[in-house]
Structure formats: structure tokens, C-alpha cells
């Protein structure tokens, strides 16, 4: 396995379609550098959701996601299944989002092989709104089966996978209904990952470009 160490992470975006997607798709990596580089910038947005118990949900489980950083959620109210439908609506608001963290390291946002299509229309757009960013696209598990190969994988610290499950779990009562939501299904992955990568638990991402300077210049 080739590992690359980038430099310094001082700020990220991280874009959700909905509330609880940053968490399952990226919350292990988000809480891992959260807690190495207290006082790292977190722009988040999330598409779905705001206004009701799934916004109270969103803000309190991404505090506890993002342990000691500056964190900023905006959360709006595109009805769930809909993100096709409200394009103009969500360009906007990542160019808006774009005009307050115009630089960041690194992006967190869906992949654009997710079989859903709020995940999907939003991964499209991002790549025409921070053209030049190192954008990692996460992987969320679900009956449709859409889980790729992906090509990037951050191992995770002892205990880390283990404390995502439990912030899942805790902060999302709303999901736990749900037959792919439970503490089997999100450390299967993590494993499957960490297998994949030679570390016991990792989450995995899908980059689309990537440039490497290899002389240091």
C-alpha cells in the first residue's frame, strides 16, 4: 500500500445531502483530525432537513463528530428525494459556502457513483464549485448495492471506528429504524476497509483527480 502524508489540514468543507450523511460517509476521518488539530475549521452544509428535529439531530451529533473545532453547519430545507429537481437552489448554496471557505484542504462530500440521487447530484456539482481541491468522495452503505471500488483510504486510529458506531447510534434516534442502520453494517465496512488497506478499521473515499508533486516544488 503506497501511503502519501499531505500537508497541514487547517480547514475543511464537509457536504452532506442529508442530515447524518457527513457522519456515516466521513465521520471517523472528521473526528480523527478534529481531535489531532484542536481549533481545525469545519464548514459544513447539508441540503435536507433543516428546520426540524433532523437539524437538532445534525448539529448535536457534528459537535460531538468534531471534538475542539470551529465548526460551522448550515443546514437548509430541499425536500429529501428532490435534489435534481432544486439545482439551481443547491449550486447556489455551495457558492455561497465556496465564499466563506474559498480555500479549504480538503472536501468531504458524497461520490458520484452513489445510487441515490440527492447524493449523486450533489457530488456532481461540487467539483464545478472547488475545481482546484483535493475532494474526497465517501461511501455510504444501503440496499442498493453502489458500493465501488474506491482508491483512497484514511486508516483509523485505535477506537475511533468504535467511537463512530457509538455517535451514530446516539445521535441519530431518527435512523435507527432503519434495517442498514445499526453498529454491524458501519464497522463491516470500516473492516472490510481497513482489510483493504492493511489497518484494522479505515473508512474509504473515491477521488476523481489528483495531482502529486513529487519533486517538492
Same mark, same amino acid.
Given at each position: 500500500?503506497i501511503?502519501?502524508?499531505p500537508?497541514?489540514?487547517?480547514?475543511?468543507?464537509?457536504?452532506?445531502?442529508?442530515?447524518?450523511?457527513?457522519?456515516?460517509?466521513?465521520?471517523?476521518?472528521l473526528? @480523527? $483530525?478534529?481531535?489531532? =488539530?484542536?481549533?481545525?475549521r469545519?464548514?459544513? *452544509? /447539508?441540503? &435536507?432537513?433543516?428546520?426540524g !428535529?433532523?437539524?437538532?439531530?445534525?448539529?448535536?451529533?457534528?459537535?460531538?463528530?468534531?471534538?475542539?473545532?470551529?465548526?460551522?453547519?448550515?443546514?437548509?430545507?430541499?425536500?429529501?428525494?428532490?435534489?435534481?429537481?432544486?439545482?439551481?437552489?443547491?449550486?447556489? @448554496? $455551495?457558492?455561497?459556502? =465556496?465564499?466563506?471557505?474559498?480555500?479549504?484542504? *480538503? /472536501?468531504? &462530500?458524497?461520490?458520484?457513483? !452513489?445510487?441515490?440521487?440527492?447524493?449523486?447530484?450533489?457530488?456532481?456539482?461540487?467539483?464545478?464549485?472547488?475545481?482546484?481541491?483535493?475532494?474526497?468522495?465517501?461511501?455510504?452503505?444501503?440496499?442498493?448495492?453502489?458500493?465501488?471500488?474506491?482508491?483512497?483510504?484514511?486508516?483509523?486510529?485505535?477506537?475511533?471506528?468504535?467511537?463512530?458506531?457509538? *455517535?451514530?447510534?446516539?445521535?441519530?434516534?431518527?435512523?435507527?429504524?432503519?434495517?442498514?442502520?445499526?453498529?454491524?453494517?458501519?464497522?463491516?465496512?470500516?473492516?472490510?476497509?481497513?482489510?483493504?488497506?492493511?489497518?484494522?478499521?479505515?473508512?474509504?473515499?473515491?477521488?476523481t483527480?489528483l495531482?502529486?508533486?513529487?519533486?517538492?516544488?
Amino acid at each position: 500500500m503506497i501511503g502519501l502524508r499531505p500537508g497541514r489540514v487547517n480547514r475543511i468543507v464537509a457536504l452532506g445531502a442529508h442530515c447524518d450523511d457527513i457522519a456515516i460517509g466521513a465521520g471517523a476521518s472528521l473526528h @480523527a $483530525l478534529c481531535a489531532a =488539530r484542536p481549533g481545525l475549521r469545519v464548514d459544513a *452544509l /447539508v441540503l &435536507s432537513g433543516g428546520g426540524g !428535529d433532523r437539524e437538532a439531530e445534525e448539529r448535536q451529533a457534528l459537535a460531538a463528530f468534531c471534538p475542539g473545532a470551529d465548526l460551522r453547519l448550515t443546514v437548509l430545507k430541499i425536500p429529501d428525494g428532490r435534489v435534481p429537481a432544486h439545482w439551481d437552489e443547491v449550486k447556489n @448554496a $455551495l457558492e455561497d459556502l =465556496r465564499g466563506r471557505a474559498p480555500d479549504p484542504d *480538503l /472536501v468531504f &462530500s458524497p461520490w458520484t457513483g !452513489d445510487a441515490h440521487q440527492d447524493h449523486r447530484g450533489l457530488a456532481e456539482l461540487v467539483p464545478t464549485v472547488w475545481r482546484g481541491h483535493l475532494i474526497l468522495g465517501y461511501e455510504i452503505v444501503k440496499w442498493d448495492g453502489d458500493l465501488g471500488r474506491p482508491s483512497v483510504y484514511i486508516p483509523l486510529p485505535d477506537g475511533v471506528a468504535e467511537t463512530k458506531v457509538l *455517535l451514530l447510534q446516539a445521535h441519530y434516534p431518527s435512523q435507527r429504524h432503519r434495517p442498514w442502520y445499526d453498529a454491524e453494517a458501519f464497522l463491516g465496512l470500516a473492516r472490510i476497509r481497513g482489510i483493504e488497506c492493511g489497518a484494522r478499521y479505515a473508512e474509504a473515499f473515491h477521488v476523481t483527480k489528483l495531482a502529486i508533486d513529487l519533486a517538492g516544488g
